[in-house]
């Protein structure tokens, strides 16, 4: 995805849901931050959607917004891309203070984006859950290497700190089993980084 397919994405969506602050989490959210980047240095070229939180909440507003710009749906045959509408409740997962780092979208009044770090952190998170799930049959496939490869192209670029991250992610308040596999994603997300300088 590209800086003017969110925007023109965004803008719809903004259309649609009048009234609603809308926040941008994963990948696309780096646009915010690095409107400038190419999409590749910020690991986002293979993405073609963005994720979307909707406030307040309804699961009938984000049920409407996915019939109309959801995949598979009209504007992604379209378009190329489309939008995911979540659950706000999934925002849980990310680090504590969050909401007070949200980065605003230029162009938008109500279109705020996770910071870059905040991100980073929710997928070494999520890598690590879907792996544990995998591993207990809750799903049939984790979520591979994506999430890495944007970790890994943010800092190549210069964008992200490894250690800081590090020191996010151990901050977290989680399970043994959880703990024990955000090490290992980022020990992948190190392995990587130092096999590509």
């Not at 240095?41 to 959801?70: K, M, N, Q, S």
């Not at 007070?100 to 690590?128: C, I, Q, Y």
């Amino acid at each position: 995805m590209e800086l003017q397919a969110l925007t023109n994405l965004v803008s719809a969506v903004c259309a649609s849901a009048k009234g609603r602050r809308i926040i941008l989490f994963g990948s696309s959210s780096l646009f915010a931050s690095f409107p400038a980047a190419d999409p590749g240095e910020i690991g986002a070229a293979v993405t073609i959607d963005a994720d979307f939180f909707i406030e307040p909440d309804d699961f009938d507003v984000r049920a409407a917004l996915g019939a109309e710009f959801g995949e598979d749906n009209a504007y992604h045959l379209t378009h190329g891309y489309y939008g995911d509408f979540v659950d706000l409740r999934l925002a849980n997962a990310f680090p504590e203070g969050w909401r007070d780092r949200l980065v605003p979208m230029a162009g938008f009044d109500n279109v705020f984006a996770l910071h870059p770090m905040d991100m980073a952190v929710s997928k070494v998170n999520a890598t690590a859950r879907s792996r544990i799930d995998r591993r207990f049959g809750r799903r049939e496939a984790d979520r591979g290497l994506k999430d890495i490869n944007t970790l890994v192209a943010l800092i190549k670029a210069g964008l992200l700190d490894f250690a800081e991250l590090a020191h996010q992610v151990h901050k977290l308040d989680h399970e043994p089993a959880l703990i024990v596999e955000c090490a290992r994603v980022l020990d992948e997300v190190r392995a990587f980084v130092n096999e590509t300088k």
